[in-house]
């Protein structure tokens, strides 16, 4: 973080010297998945039903990169046709649900939430025409510094034995985190130049980003409302994530359980609205 508001300041001070010449854009927008894949990594995720005795198994393709984003950048132009843009993006990222279910009633029911947050830092070549008029376009190409987070949240809806009608909650979440992530961004967009000091923007941006948590931990679990966790082990609520796994891993439960490491999609193209305001 020491790093972004150092060259954030480089930009600020050099406003004096060189009037016009830089911009402070702020939007918001939406953002579609974007190279998605299927699988959870340490647990299933996908839709199983069971209808008149038969499993019907179903994958869900998701991107964690899916969902609303909001952006400031901070950018300079070394003339009216190429420039740098410096960004710092987050990412508030939409669920998917992944269901277990039976026709049968009174049976057995789960639901699990996978989703993301993202912040990350966008440094960007900017490219832009200049036809003298209130509407100009432009793009951007850049490399994407990101640190995600990926959550999951699940629910079980278990009857008793032999009395079904006798329901158990049980409810987990957990948090996977750990490292950074590096990825490509680009983007196309208009400006509508509303006055010299003032212009709005619109812009679809393209994000190419995969993340592979280097930990993770349980971080809540209730059984009909009851706190468990504490009763829990070290290698019931802590994970670590690797690039290989032996027969000895695994057997000390007062260390984190290992899993092979599993790389989460955070890709996306999103559609933005912005305004800019010039100096």
Known sequence: MKNIFLILSLFYFGL?????????????????????????GFIEFMNVSYKSNVEYDKLIYYSLGKGIQANISLGY??????GLDMGL???????????????????DYSETYMYGREININPSLILSTDF?????????????????????????DEGDYPDPSIRQITIQKFKL????SIGASACAGVKYTASEKLAFTFDISYQVLSYAPKKGKMTEYTIDGKNILPDK??????????????????????????FLKFKYPFGNVGFNLGVMCFF
């Open 132 to 156: 003298k008029k209130k509407i100009n376009f432009f793009a951007k190409f850049g490399v994407v510094g990101a640190k995600p987070v990926v959550f999951i949240d699940s629910k079980q």
């Open 177 to 180: 985190n750990g490292g950074l």
């Open 77 to 82: 132009m070394f003339n009216k046709y190429i």
């Open 16 to 40: 004096q010297a060189n009037a016009q010449k830089f911009y402070v854009n702020f939007n918001t927008g939406y953002a579609l998945k974007m190279g998605s894949r299927v699988g959870g």
């Open 233 to 258: 082990t070290t290698s019931d609520k802590e994970f670590e994530f690797v690039e290989q796994i032996n027969s000895n891993d695994n057997k000390d439960t007062n260390k984190p359980t290992k």
């Open 89 to 107: 993006s987050y990412i508030y990222g939409s669920k998917y649900k992944a269901e277990w279910k039976s026709d049968i009633p009174l049976s």
